[in-house]
């Protein structure tokens, strides 16, 4: 009996061990899944997000409303690698990049995938309910552009403006969230978020032309052939343009307009990276815009902190 008793324990002391082993396996490839793994998703993500919230908020925005956003970023994008790795589960397997990513290596079913996409997009709805009416209107969008931008590579060559969209529809939700409104300032802001995003989704693409090429996949990179140099460097510019009609509008000051010459610099930079069109140079372009949205809201920060006075 007293053996039995034993080998029982041990048995389920063995099948809990095995249970909970399995368990934090799964949890690793969700995380991976949500690319947690690699920020840059989220930092090109939220920098937009904060150059609405310190401009709607003129440089002093509400915490709780910030608080929101920078957590709205982090699920939203995670909920975005979701739902693309579940339609790109027939095409990653063949390409060299991604074929070990948890859906295409077969880690996690899609099933899995849908419920967990489903799962981060109502935990970023639940924050977005403490807002008001205006933003729980506009976060439909958000979610809507989340789901159909992964499909847009196999019915158009133009995913990358699409993700420009998704990316920079946080910023109308944000001056509604901060002020009631959404102003004519938000929806430059936005269409620069919109320029921006696609010029460095493109030298993205740009990295992965041949295997979408075999496989079907369509992008900008491939529109754009071999004048893709010349368009990106064109929105590079229609951006900073765009930014320096929205820095007179605002009046912004000399730290703005000097964050935004800092961005020019690095431009000029990506540019010399993407020259000779290699993979490795194109993707360290593509990461280098984590730099490119930091120095404007830098720029913004010291505007705010040195320029425009303390309400009294």
């Known amino acids: ?80 690698c979701v739902i693309n790795d579940y339609a790109d589960r ?10 070990n990513r948890p859906i295409a290596s077969g880690k996690v079913k899609p099933r899995e995938a849908l419920l967990l996409f489903v799962l981060l997009c109502l935990l970023a709805f639940t924050l977005v309910l403490t807002m008001n009416w ?11 552009l989340a789901a159909i931008y992964p499909f847009m590579k196999r ?13 920079g529809w946080a910023i109308p939700m944000a001056f509604a969230a901060q002020t009631g409104e959404v102003p004519t300032i938000a ?14 989704d493109s030298m993205y693409a740009m ?3 041949e295997d979408d090429l075999k496989i079907g ?13 010349i368009i990106i460097g064109s929105m590079q510019v229609m951006f900073l343009i765009t930014m320096v009609i929205v820095g007179n509008k605002l009046e912004l000051g000399l730290y703005y307009f000097a964050g935004l010459l800092a961005a020019a610099l690095l431009v000029i930079y990506q540019q010399f990276l993407i020259r000779n069109r290699d993979p490795e140079g194109c993707f360290k372009a593509f990461l280098n815009n984590h730099w490119f949205g930091a ?10 902190w040195f320029v425009v006075p303390e309400p009294v």
């Open 1 to 80: 009996m007293v053996v039995a008793i034993a080998t029982v324990i041990i048995l389920n002391s063995f099948s809990y061990d095995m249970a909970r082993d399995h368990m934090k396996e799964k949890l690793y490839h969700y995380a991976l899944l949500m690319r947690m793994n690699r920020p840059i998703g989220v930092y090109l993500l939220l920098w937009p997000t904060v150059w609405a919230l310190w401009i709607a908020g003129e440089g002093n925005p509400d915490i709780g409303v910030t608080w929101v956003f920078v957590l709205g970023v982090v699920l939203m994008r995670s909920a975005g």
């Open 90 to 99: 027939d095409f990653d397997p063949h390409v060299s990049r991604t074929r």
């Open 134 to 144: 205006l933003t729980i209107g506009l976060s439909i969008g958000a979610v809507l």
């Open 155 to 167: 019915y158009t060559y133009l995913p990358q403006v699409f993700l420009g969209l998704a990316f």
């Open 187 to 200: 929806w430059l802001l936005l269409t620069a978020t919109v320029l921006w995003a696609t010029a460095y």
């Open 207 to 209: 990295v992965d032309v």
């Open 217 to 229: 996949v369509k992008s900008t990179a491939i529109l754009f052939g071999d004048a893709d140099r």
């Open 295 to 304: 120095v404007i809201f830098a720029g913004l920060v010291l505007h705010y």
